[in-house]
């Protein structure tokens, strides 16, 4: 723990440190979305989505080492015990229970806005008041967004698949 790091912040400290246990409990979560959806997936273009799930779950566990590390710099304890975390999570784990990726995407970019929302307001709470968990919410919100693009972009490739692929039996069957 830094003292002065606890010090200079004119937050609720115990109340930053729930929002940050809690944004560290999603991280997991979504985590662990991502590597068992890589794992199990199929459907369109599965090389390139499985690929970019894996890159993604990489990516949010970074984002729980950035968290842990600045609950510890503020006195805190990352949560122990793995049972919390989805007691603690507001963003919910979605079980992928049907493993067309299609199906996947569209809970991950849930997920992704409900992360995207997180730490929007991590970002507002700190904002002038806790320059350090500022700028590591921030930088998550960053990637956050990233991954909701990547997510929009795939979808919205699959859908024009479809209309051309329909639009092409249409024309044929016309002739
Ligand atoms: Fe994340
Ligand atoms: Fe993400
Ligand atoms: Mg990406």
New binding site residues.
């Given amino acids: 723990m830094g003292n002065m790091a606890k010090e200079i912040t004119t937050l609720n400290n115990e109340q930053l440190l729930r929002v940050l246990n809690e944004a560290f409990a999603e991280?997991w979560l979504?985590y662990y979305q991502y590597w068992i959806g890589a794992k199990i997936m199929e459907g369109p273009m599965r090389a390139s989505i499985e690929s970019e799930f894996e890159e993604h779950a990489k990516?949010?566990l970074e984002?729980a080492h950035w968290l842990a590390e600045r609950i510890i710099q503020l006195g805190g304890t990352p949560i122990l015990n793995p049972i919390d975390w989805d007691k603690m999570a507001k963003c919910k784990y979605l079980t992928p229970e049907n493993p067309f990726n299609v199906e996947l995407l569209k809970q991950n970019l849930a997920s992704e806005r409900c992360?995207i929302k997180r730490y929007q307001q991590i970002c507002e709470m700190c904002h002038g008041k806790d320059f350090e968990t500022f700028e590591i919410s921030r930088k998550?919100l960053h990637?956050?967004l990233d991954h909701e693009q990547d997510w929009e972009d795939f979808l919205q490739d699959i859908e024009k698949q479809q209309e051309y692929a329909i639009e092409k039996i249409k024309s044929e069957t016309k002739q």
Wanted: proline share 0%; net charge negative; aromatic share 0%.
């Fill in positions: 991280e979504a990516e949010e984002h992360a998550i990637e956050e």
